[in-house]
């Protein structure tokens, strides 16, 4: 089989362990995508992760700030001290939200001239649990975080995924796309070979489950005679 190497989100280069949120559901009705191809490697999804956000609507907006930040602070240091619960910030890559850089997060405007809020990560691995139990560790968490003056912390959407460092499967990924592609040429007799391309791009993602992820490298292979 001769493979020609030429080419969701993808894994940047040189950034090999960095985790990343893994969003859309793959072959779902409604958000199908024709561009992620049939084979590659299907597997859990290192954290489960919810997005929640803390806002305050003290009308003095030192006060509510000072708030806010407080109840974030307080979140990390019981996070500190419980095992299975981390917490991150980032929209696609993510990064541990620690007492160095929590006061980076960004306010914006809740709705009203006195109420502001801001956002960040809670997750939990998946390893050895089911959605329902990561779900409900984080939800039993997010009750746990001591209230500071009126700011609030409440989930924000549904649970997501993440994944770290996508491009150490590229190798499996491969295997798979080759094992494959050898035998659809073997189909055809030993005439044909499959001749691939995409291989060198990085590998990209999508959710395959409520706790699986599917990676993949957008490859595209034909099956042409052998040249004589």
């Given at each position: 089989?001769?493979?020609?190497?030429?080419?969701?989100?993808?894994?940047?280069?040189?950034?090999?362990?960095?985790?990343?949120?893994?969003?859309?559901?793959?072959?779902?009705?409604?958000?199908?995508?024709?561009?992620?191809?049939?084979i590659g490697l299907?597997?859990?999804?290192?954290?489960?992760?919810?997005?929640?956000?803390?806002?305050?609507?003290?009308?003095?907006?030192?006060?509510?700030?000072?708030?806010?930040?407080?109840?974030?602070?307080?979140?990390?240091?019981?996070?500190?001290?419980?095992?299975?619960?981390?917490?991150?910030?980032?929209?696609?890559?993510?990064?541990?939200?620690?007492?160095?850089?929590?006061?980076?997060?960004?306010?914006?405007?809740?709705?009203?001239?006195?109420?502001?809020?801001?956002?960040?990560?809670?997750?939990?691995?998946?390893?050895?649990?089911?959605?329902?139990?990561?779900?409900?560790?984080?939800?039993?968490?997010?009750?746990?975080?001591?209230?500071?003056?009126?700011?609030?912390?409440?989930?924000?959407g549904e649970l997501?995924?993440?994944?770290?460092?996508?491009?150490?499967?590229?190798?499996?990924?491969i295997d798979l796309?080759?094992?494959?592609?050898?035998?659809?040429?073997?189909?055809?007799?030993?005439?044909?070979?499959?001749?691939?391309?995409?291989?060198?791009?990085?590998?990209?993602?999508?959710?395959?489950?409520?706790?699986?992820?599917?990676?993949?490298?957008?490859?595209?292979?034909?099956?042409?005679?052998?040249?004589?």
């Amino acid at each position: 089989m001769a493979m020609l190497i030429s080419s969701g989100a993808s894994a940047q280069s040189g950034a090999a362990l960095e985790e990343v949120v893994v969003t859309a559901m793959r072959r779902d009705a409604d958000n199908y995508d024709e561009r992620i191809p049939a084979i590659g490697l299907r597997r859990i999804a290192d954290y489960a992760v919810q997005q929640v956000y803390v806002a305050g609507d003290t009308r003095e907006a030192d006060q509510r700030r000072s708030e806010i930040y407080a109840m974030i602070k307080g979140a990390i240091e019981l996070a500190t001290g419980r095992g299975g619960i981390e917490l991150a910030t980032g929209e696609m890559v993510v990064e541990p939200l620690t007492l160095t850089n929590y006061r980076n997060l960004p306010l914006q405007n809740d709705g009203r001239p006195d109420s502001e809020r801001t956002s960040f990560l809670i997750k939990t691995r998946l390893s050895g649990v089911d959605a329902k139990a990561a779900l409900e560790r984080i939800h039993n968490f997010i009750k746990s975080v001591p209230t500071v003056g009126r700011a609030e912390l409440k989930p924000q959407g549904e649970l997501t995924l993440s994944v770290v460092g996508p491009d150490q499967y590229r190798g499996q990924i491969i295997d798979l796309v080759a094992a494959d592609a050898r035998q659809t040429a073997a189909k055809l007799g030993q005439d044909y070979a499959a001749q691939a391309k995409g291989l060198d791009r990085p590998v990209e993602w999508s959710r395959a489950s409520l706790t699986e992820v599917f990676l993949y490298v957008p490859y595209a292979y034909d099956v042409l005679p052998r040249p004589q």
